[in-house]
């Protein structure tokens, strides 16, 4: 069985930082990419950033603000979120693309003063 387990969500002030961090376990033969989704109340889920080995792609909204690291081989992913906005709160989601995707569960960010 596959799980991911997203950690570092919170309640932050507009202009804080927060760190998600996720780790894959589980039987995963492959891994082509990792990354972060997120889904605001009454919005669709949408793709922030995602990291397949040395290349990462962002979200425009959220390039030079948001940084993705991680290691495919390792399955962990981080989300570095600098300079916070009440826009950016949603739960945010770990994605891993193997020979199947998966999800984890979420990590509720909340951004307000």
């Known amino acids: 069985q596959v799980q991911l387990v997203e950690s570092g969500g919170g309640l932050v002030q507009p202009g804080g930082s927060l760190r998600l961090s996720c780790t894959a376990s589980?039987?995963?033969?492959?891994?082509?990419?990792m990354g972060w989704y997120r889904q605001a109340p009454g919005k669709q889920r949408e793709l922030v950033a995602i990291?397949?080995?040395?290349?990462?792609n962002y979200d425009d909204s959220v390039k030079g603000r948001f940084t993705i690291t991680g290691d495919n081989a390792k399955r962990t992913v981080y989300l570095q979120m600098n300079s916070l906005k009440p826009e950016h709160t949603a739960v945010y989601y770990c994605?891993?693309?193997?020979?199947?995707?998966?999800w984890g569960q979420g990590t509720q960010v909340t951004v307000s003063s």
């Open positions: 589980g039987n995963i033969f492959r891994v082509n990419a």
């Open positions: 990291i397949r080995g040395d290349r990462t």
């Open positions: 994605h891993l693309v193997g020979l199947q995707y998966y």
